[in-house]
């Protein structure tokens, strides 16, 4: 087979899983569904479709800013507890955004301590987190670490010679950075912020716990309401177009780019002042302690009377189960993921362009409806399936291999296909380039993917809860038994574990991180 | 090879005698499978109990209704549940409509779940009662000014209402109950009343409604009693009584949770000696105590803190109605600007 072909057939291979749950989207559409399309459309779908776009365009321009701005700062500045900070951003990936968006609403609204302090004290007034920019301001919380680790990455193996080429053409730090080095890591800045887009599209939970209304709610609203599946799988297919556009604009924008590097020696940080550090250091602070280290105190509050009566033996199986669903999901993701990056690389063509970018769109897919569109098709053709673990991987390949893909494919564009010829030139197989030129170069993108994949297979739920044997229960399916009912305080008890667990894989990341010293 | 053929006999005369030691109510090696709707804490010292005195196993797993139904529609003869448990009257009513349950006739469950709370057909029954009414803060609110939910609409009430969102199906029970009471139109005129007098934007849990009673961003609000319940296990002083709500012509809206066998269970019998067991004695009494509900038995006793809230008169419309409704209580809601 020739190799553009062998390509095209892989990429399809990998695309097959979202392809089945898109098969079921599209036939959703020639299906009988009563009026309650034209009912949603007349009464929810024009708000609902206005809050998602608002709220895609400010999480994602938000979470550009700010993980990029993070990024730069941490990778090419030194200041003291930079190599601390470097890894602690990471922390709020380990934050559910359903658990932070609840800890907001029991601390930002009106009934909760502060706000009743502060209306007694100075007779003000605040506006609820419940509301449109409340939600903006957890879904970035909870996603900008994604630019951050990807951008980071970027910047991290951008060679020092571009910043010292540009020092000696008379250009100051800042111009070096922001025309060379940024340009450099803009195809990981995209990839990132399209992921961030993507999750936005299809949370649930954060926009349910602030009862704002988005695509996503309207969806369930049409399906558990009005028992119409098939309006919500409609409303879904939708979602996928806007994440399939978002993906293709994605990658032009990122093929526009033509700067490419290989290599080399890491910049060297510059030094940053006292007073500069300090400003560093507070707007670090600030960041941390909202989307980390305030939550987390308060779900220690909730959590306190709880712990003696709820953690006990089983905990240690909740967490078994998590970490080897978790670990084994993310290994299975970012190993077709980075098959997906290399055929995509090799054969530019209409599949690349285009089944890629499908084959990537089920991060955009509400857990639940990419659950039950996987689950349904599955056990009907192969019942033996039911029960096993089978089918649970197919799914956190259909909805998570974006967040592999990502990191990955932004590695590999760093990566001349210049070094490819000449290794191949040289007669060196295909094994031993990915291993002496290849990996070394993209250890730390690879290291990235499985993080993000680890961390979100941590906190996934929707997938696990329909398609987890009997019994099987993990931290996070404990944190939905607690909070079906309304039993937040009880929650905060797995919800900690979780967030304390998904610590330690971020805390290994950063020993496995190209560090440029 | 003869060696051989004698061991494996030997196996099997084994692994005979060990099925023929077994009990003979051939109890022991039976399973219930349950998807269930209801927590686990509030499911699983149950099931241990009916395994310990039955010897039936119960294997379970819990997600959200509309999951679980699709599933087993999926399943089909090839799925392993013999039990649907839900936490509302709409979803069983939802799944016995597209055929997922079969009916039992029952002389255990006919005399102890009153008929209002089991489905005219026999293919689901009520286990507890969840009573969805008015709360209110004592000393901003005349207990006597209280009377239907429908009175909440009235502009005397603007500014001071709090509801929870109409995303969740305890709402969309209540306003399809309504519904059935007294039709689409009216219904929708009330429903419109609440959205005018609300005092905040709709919250996102029952808890969060009490919440803002007691810090006095709103006087009154509807909330499922047992959230209440829960609340005043822990302090003690809240400051939100509760009233007893009655429909025009109708009584407190008590919607359930509940179970009924699917259409292709491997194993009706021993999941309907698992229903029977529930309706009945300390198991019934559990079901409902542990999550401060009331029991659908009427011989059971009530946990005495719910007891204190005391007596009501509940709804004389069978709760099927709920389900038939839902549909359009969502589209009213809709209407209304009810988010």
Same mark, same amino acid.
């Given at each position: @087979?020739?190799?553009?072909?062998?390509?095209?057939?892989?990429?399809?291979?990998?695309?097959?899983?979202?392809?089945?749950?898109?098969?079921?989207?599209?036939?959703?559409?020639?299906?009988?569904?009563?009026?309650?399309?034209?009912?949603?459309?007349?009464?929810?779908?024009?708000?609902?479709?206005?809050?998602?776009?608002?709220?895609?365009?400010?999480?994602? $321009?938000?979470?550009?800013?700010?993980?990029?701005?993070?990024?730069?700062?941490?990778?090419?500045?030194?200041?003291?507890?930079?190599?601390?900070?470097?890894?602690?951003?990471?922390?709020?990936?380990? @934050?559910?955004?359903?658990?932070?968006?609840?800890?907001?609403?029991?601390?930002?609204?009106?009934?909760?301590?502060?706000?009743?302090?502060?209306? #007694?004290?100075?007779?003000?007034?605040?506006?609820?987190?419940?509301?449109?920019?409340?939600?903006?301001?957890?879904?970035?919380?909870?996603?900008?670490?994604?630019?951050?680790?990807?951008?980071?990455?970027?910047?991290?193996?951008?060679?020092?010679?571009? %910043?010292?080429?540009?020092?000696?053409?008379?250009?100051?730090?800042?111009?070096?950075?922001?025309?060379?080095?940024?340009?450099?890591?803009?195809?990981?800045?995209?990839?990132?912020?399209?992921?961030?887009?993507? #999750? %936005?599209?299809?949370?649930?939970?954060?926009?349910?716990?602030?009862?704002?209304?988005?695509?996503?709610?309207?969806?369930?609203?049409?399906?558990?309401?009005?028992?119409?599946?098939? %309006?919500?799988?409609?409303?879904?297919?939708?979602?996928?177009?806007?994440?399939?556009?978002?993906?293709?604009?994605?990658?032009?924008?990122?093929?526009? =780019?033509?700067?490419?590097?290989?290599?080399?020696?890491?910049?060297?940080?510059?030094?940053?002042?006292?007073?500069?550090?300090?400003?560093?250091?507070?707007?670090?602070?600030?960041?941390?302690?909202?989307?980390?280290?305030?939550?987390?105190?308060?779900?220690?509050?909730?959590?306190?009377?709880?712990?003696?009566?709820?953690?006990?033996?089983?905990?240690?199986?909740?967490?078994?189960?998590?970490?080897?669903?978790?670990?084994?999901?993310?290994?299975?993701?970012?190993?077709?993921?980075?098959?997906?990056?290399?055929?995509?690389?090799?054969?530019?063509?209409?599949?690349?362009?285009?089944? $890629?970018?499908?084959?990537?769109?089920?991060?955009?897919?509400?857990?639940?409806?990419?659950?039950?569109?996987?689950?349904?098709?599955?056990?009907?053709?192969?019942?033996?399936?039911?029960?096993?673990?089978?089918?649970?991987?197919?799914?956190?390949?259909?909805?998570?291999?974006? =967040?592999?893909?990502?990191?990955?494919?932004?590695?590999?564009?760093?990566?001349?296909?210049? =070094?490819?010829?000449?290794?191949?030139?040289?007669?060196?197989?295909?094994?031993?380039?990915?291993?002496?030129?290849?990996?070394?170069?993209?250890?730390?993108?690879?290291?990235?993917?499985?993080?993000?994949?680890?961390?979100?297979? @941590?906190?996934?739920?929707?997938? %696990?809860?329909?398609?987890?044997?009997?019994?099987?229960?993990?931290? $996070?399916?404990?944190?939905?038994?607690?909070?079906?009912?309304?039993?937040?305080?009880? $929650?905060?008890?797995?919800?900690?574990?979780?967030?304390?667990?998904?610590?330690?894989?971020?805390?290994?990341?950063?020993?496995?991180?190209?560090?440029?010293? | 090879?003869?060696?051989?053929?004698?061991?494996?006999?030997?196996?099997?005369?084994?692994?005979?005698?060990?099925?023929?030691?077994?009990?003979?109510?051939?109890?022991?090696?039976?399973?219930?499978?349950?998807?269930?709707?209801?927590?686990?804490?509030?499911?699983?010292?149950?099931?241990?109990?009916?395994?310990?005195?039955?010897?039936?196993?119960?294997?379970?797993? +819990?997600? *959200?209704?509309?999951?679980?139904?699709?599933?087993?529609?999926?399943?089909?003869?090839?799925?392993?549940?013999?039990?649907?448990?839900?936490?509302?009257?709409?979803?069983?009513?939802?799944?016995?409509?597209?055929?997922?349950?079969?009916?039992?006739?029952?002389?255990?469950?006919?005399?102890?779940?009153?008929?209002?709370?089991?489905?005219?057909?026999?293919?689901?029954?009520?286990?507890?009662?969840?009573?969805?009414?008015?709360?209110?803060?004592?000393?901003?609110?005349?207990?006597?000014?209280?009377?239907?939910?429908?009175?909440?609409?009235?502009?005397?009430?603007?500014?001071?209402?709090?509801?929870?969102?109409?995303?969740?199906?305890?709402?969309?029970?209540?306003?399809?109950?309504?519904?059935?009471?007294?039709?689409?139109?009216?219904?929708?005129?009330?429903?419109?009343?609440?959205?005018?007098?609300?005092?905040?934007?709709?919250?996102?849990?029952?808890?969060?409604?009490?919440?803002?009673?007691?810090?006095?961003?709103?006087?009154?609000?509807?909330?499922? +009693?047992?959230?209440?319940?829960?609340?005043?296990?822990? +302090?003690?002083?809240?400051?939100?009584?509760?009233?007893?709500? +009655?429909?025009?012509?109708?009584?407190?809206?008590?919607?359930?949770?509940?179970?009924?066998?699917?259409?292709?269970?491997?194993?009706?019998?021993?999941?309907?000696?698992?229903?029977?067991?529930?309706?009945?004695?300390?198991?019934?009494?559990?079901?409902?105590?542990?999550?401060?509900?009331?029991?659908?038995?009427?011989?059971?006793?009530?946990?005495?803190?719910?007891?204190?809230?005391?007596?009501?008169?509940?709804?004389?419309?069978?709760?099927?109605?709920?389900?038939?409704?839902?549909?359009?209580?969502?589209?009213?809601? *809709?209407?209304?600007?009810?988010?």
């Amino acid at each position: @087979m020739q190799a553009p072909r062998r390509a095209s057939l892989i990429i399809f291979l990998t695309a097959a899983p979202t392809l089945l749950v898109l098969a079921g989207l599209i036939g959703a559409w020639w299906s009988p569904a009563g009026d309650a399309l034209q009912h949603q459309w007349r009464y929810l779908l024009p708000e609902a479709t206005l809050n998602t776009v608002v709220l895609v365009v400010i999480v994602s $321009a938000g979470s550009a800013i700010l993980g990029t701005l993070l990024a730069a700062l941490i990778a090419l500045t030194e200041f003291p507890g930079r190599r601390f900070f470097s890894w602690a951003l990471l922390l709020p990936l380990a @934050m559910p955004g359903y658990v932070l968006a609840a800890v907001f609403a029991g601390s930002l609204d009106y009934a909760s301590p502060l706000y009743t302090l502060i209306r #007694e004290q100075f007779g003000w007034q605040l506006a609820s987190v419940r509301s449109l920019p409340g939600a903006a301001l957890v879904l970035t919380l909870t996603l900008f670490p994604y630019v951050y680790l990807i951008a980071k990455v970027a910047f991290e193996s951008a060679a020092s010679r571009y %910043t010292e080429a540009a020092t000696l053409l008379g250009r100051t730090r800042l111009q070096a950075t922001r025309e060379i080095l940024l340009p450099l890591a803009t195809p990981a800045i995209l990839a990132a912020t399209a992921l961030v887009a993507m #999750e %936005t599209l299809a949370d649930f939970g954060v926009v349910a716990a602030l009862n704002v209304d988005t695509l996503t709610t309207t969806l369930y609203r049409a399906w558990y309401g009005m028992f119409s599946l098939v %309006t919500a799988q409609q409303i879904a297919g939708f979602l996928v177009v806007i994440a399939v556009v978002l993906l293709m604009l994605e990658h032009r924008a990122r093929s526009a =780019v033509r700067f490419r590097e290989y290599g080399g020696n890491a910049a060297h940080r510059q030094r940053l002042s006292a007073w500069q550090s300090a400003a560093a250091l507070s707007f670090i602070g600030i960041i941390l302690s909202s989307a980390f280290l305030w939550p987390t105190v308060h779900l220690i509050s909730w959590a306190r009377e709880h712990f003696a009566t709820d953690i006990d033996s089983r905990y240690f199986g909740y967490l078994t189960r998590s970490l080897l669903l978790a670990g084994s999901g993310a290994l299975v993701v970012v190993s077709v993921a980075s098959v997906l990056a290399y055929a995509r690389r090799s054969g530019p063509g209409v599949a690349g362009r285009l089944l $890629a970018p499908v084959a990537t769109s089920g991060y955009a897919i509400p857990g639940t409806v990419l659950a039950v569109g996987l689950y349904v098709p599955l056990t009907q053709t192969l019942p033996w399936l039911q029960g096993t673990l089978v089918i649970l991987m197919i799914a956190y390949l259909a909805r998570f291999l974006a =967040v592999s893909h990502a990191p990955v494919s932004a590695g590999l564009a760093r990566l001349p296909s210049a =070094v490819d010829e000449a290794a191949t030139l040289l007669g060196s197989s295909v094994g031993e380039r990915l291993q002496r030129i290849h990996w070394p170069m993209l250890r730390g993108s690879v290291a990235a993917a499985f993080v993000l994949t680890f961390v979100d297979l @941590m906190k996934e739920l929707p997938i %696990t809860l329909l398609t987890r044997p009997f019994g099987f229960e993990t931290l $996070a399916v404990r944190v939905f038994e607690l909070t079906a009912e309304g039993e937040w305080e009880r $929650a905060a008890v797995p919800s900690l574990v979780l967030v304390l667990v998904g610590l330690w894989p971020l805390k290994w990341l950063a020993g496995k991180m190209p560090h440029a010293s | 090879m003869f060696r051989s053929f004698r061991m494996f006999a030997l196996c099997l005369a084994m692994l005979a005698a060990s099925s023929l030691a077994s009990p003979p109510t051939g109890a022991a090696n039976q399973t219930v499978v349950v998807y269930s709707v209801r927590n686990e804490q509030l499911i699983k010292p149950l099931f241990d109990r009916f395994t310990a005195e039955t010897g039936i196993t119960v294997k379970f797993t +819990t997600a *959200d209704a509309a999951v679980l139904i699709e599933r087993l529609a999926a399943e089909g003869k090839n799925g392993q549940a013999d039990l649907l448990m839900t936490v509302d009257a709409g979803e069983l009513w939802n799944a016995a409509n597209r055929g997922l349950l079969r009916p039992t006739r029952s002389k255990i469950l006919e005399a102890n779940v009153p008929a209002t709370l089991r489905d005219p057909e026999n293919r689901w029954v009520g286990l507890s009662q969840r009573a969805r009414t008015v709360v209110y803060h004592p000393e901003r609110v005349e207990a006597r000014l209280l009377g239907t939910y429908e009175d909440l609409a009235k502009p005397e009430w603007r500014g001071r209402l709090c509801l929870r969102s109409s995303k969740k199906v305890y709402n969309q029970s209540l306003v399809a109950m309504m519904i059935s009471a007294q039709g689409e139109a009216a219904t929708e005129t009330f429903v419109r009343g609440w959205v005018a007098n609300l005092a905040a934007p709709p919250f996102a849990n029952d808890n969060q409604v009490i919440e803002a009673i007691a810090a006095g961003q709103c006087d009154v609000g509807l909330v499922n +009693t047992y959230y209440l319940g829960r609340m005043l296990q822990r +302090t003690h002083s809240l400051p939100v009584k509760i009233h007893w709500a +009655t429909q025009r012509g109708d009584g407190t809206h008590m919607n359930i949770s509940g179970a009924g066998i699917t259409r292709h269970a491997r194993n009706p019998l021993a999941a309907q000696k698992l229903l029977e067991w529930l309706s009945a004695g300390e198991a019934q009494q559990l079901f409902a105590s542990s999550n401060m509900e009331y029991p659908v038995n009427p011989k059971v006793e009530i946990d005495p803190l719910v007891q204190s809230w005391g007596r009501y008169t509940p709804s004389r419309i069978n709760i099927v109605e709920s389900g038939r409704h839902q549909a359009a209580a969502v589209r009213v809601m *809709d209407r209304a600007g009810w988010r």
